[in-house]
């Protein structure tokens, strides 16, 4: 059975790397899926112990950030911040910038692939109608969204489950990640003001498309009472993280379900934004990895193994006799280490001296 596991979790993983199995119309997440049915159809794993592998708290934390996340975009408020930042009277590389910290600062409080999608379409857009090359601006906004997501333990699933599985510090992650983060914006914006410094500008062919673009009426209205409700319960959430105890994915929880009480945003709409295919990914990568670490492979693969290196030399046996115990004379007041088996002295006298004992004399 150790074989068949191996063989199924490598043909996951290579899957999910290549994104398709070859002539299965399949993407991650059916292959994510179709691993975990296969073990348990095999009998690798019960029913029980496949439900038992999800880690639960992830996917509660994360689903609840995909509601925070589409009560934003219904809002209207990521197509608003990214018509202010387009509308900015500030040359390209400075538009640069206040695109890359715009999109990484939003990407460490809400999922970084839901401002990806939410921002790309309105930034190509408002970038055509500059004139300037939209490619760099959204290959910023691509790097910035991955780079921002990791400054805080919210930012994207892979540090969500992390964060909830060795039970991390919110604010002791974030100030240790902070530095590095800030880094990697400055080298993201210096690389790509570099690369693209006197080519800003749009080519012919983006230039006509730039015509019929996207109309106002396809985006979604601003709502400001929407997003500042949003908004609120966000930064509610972030200040019960770094100065609380809170169980993160309960309070998270609790947000989305106020935020579900709406008026005006109806609960299908909502639910209709939250990435399910992403969730079924994470349940069926739960099954595969904990079938795997069932076998007891993956505790071998991280057991250190002592190196002849580092092992302490054994003494080595002297060819010599060990030397004898000291013995006593019963009349001699030292011990004779010297002395050899021989026989047992008379009472008045020391084996090693001719001279009378004091008893004698």
């Given at each position: 059975m150790t074989v068949t596991i191996v063989a199924i979790f490598a043909i996951v993983y290579l899957g999910m790397i290549a994104g398709a199995l070859p002539y299965l119309q399949l993407d991650r997440t059916g292959i994510a899926l179709l691993g975990a049915i296969a073990l348990v159809a095999l009998g690798a794993l019960t029913p029980d112990e496949a439900a038992r592998s999800v880690h639960l708290p992830t996917l509660v934390l994360l689903f609840s950030f995909m509601v925070i996340s589409a009560q934003m975009r219904l809002g209207g408020f990521y197509t608003w911040v990214t018509l202010q930042i387009a509308a900015l009277p500030v040359g390209p590389p400075l538009l640069l910038a206040a695109v890359v910290a715009a999109v990484a600062a939003l990407a460490?409080?809400?999922?970084?692939?839901?401002?990806?999608?939410?921002?790309?379409?309105?930034?190509?857009?408002?970038?055509?109608?500059?004139?300037?090359?939209?490619?760099?601006?959204?290959?910023a906004l691509a790097c910035a969204a991955n780079i921002g997501s990791a400054?805080?333990?919210?930012?994207?699933?892979?540090?969500?489950?992390?964060?909830?599985?060795?039970?991390?510090s919110f604010r002791g992650y974030a100030l240790e990640a902070i530095v590095p983060v800030a880094l990697g914006l400055a080298a993201l914006w210096a690389l790509v003001a570099w690369q693209m410094r006197g080519k800003w500008a749009a080519r012919?062919?983006?230039?006509?498309?730039?015509?019929?673009a996207r109309r106002s009426t396809d985006?979604?209205?601003?709502?400001?009472?929407?997003?500042?409700?949003?908004?609120?319960?966000?930064?509610?959430?972030?200040?019960?993280?770094?100065f609380t105890d809170w169980p993160r994915d309960v309070a998270a929880l609790t947000g989305a379900g106020l935020l579900l009480m709406s008026r005006r945003l109806h609960s299908t709409h909502?639910?209709?934004?939250?990435?399910?295919?992403?969730?079924?990914?994470?349940?069926?990568?739960?099954?595969?990895?904990?079938?795997?670490?069932?076998?007891?492979?993956?505790?071998?693969?991280?057991?250190?193994?002592?190196?002849?290196?580092?092992?302490?030399?054994?003494?080595?046996?002297?060819?010599?006799?060990?030397?004898?115990?000291?013995?006593?004379?019963?009349?001699?007041?030292?011990?004779?280490?010297?002395?050899?088996?021989?026989?047992?002295?008379?009472?008045?006298?020391?084996?090693?001296?001719s001279a009378p004992s004091p008893e004698t004399s």
């Open positions: 460490a409080v809400f999922s970084n692939d839901v401002i990806c999608l939410a921002i790309a379409p309105v930034l190509a857009d408002a970038c055509l109608r500059r004139g300037l090359d939209p490619v760099p601006f959204l290959l400054a805080t333990l919210i930012g994207n699933p892979q540090n969500m489950l992390v964060g909830e599985v060795l039970r991390l012919e062919g983006h230039a006509a498309i730039a015509a019929p985006l979604a209205p601003f709502d400001r009472w929407q997003s500042a409700k949003g908004l609120a319960v966000a930064g509610a959430l972030v200040v019960v993280f770094l909502m639910l209709g934004l939250v990435d399910w295919e992403l969730l079924v990914l994470f349940i069926g990568l739960f099954a595969v990895n904990h079938a795997l670490a069932h076998t007891g492979l993956t505790a071998q693969a991280v057991r250190p193994s002592p190196t002849p290196a580092l092992r302490s030399p054994s003494p080595r046996r002297s060819s010599r006799p060990r030397p004898r115990s000291p013995t006593w004379c019963r009349t001699c007041p030292r011990s004779c280490c010297c002395c050899r088996p021989r026989p047992r002295p008379s009472p008045g006298r020391c084996s090693r001296s």
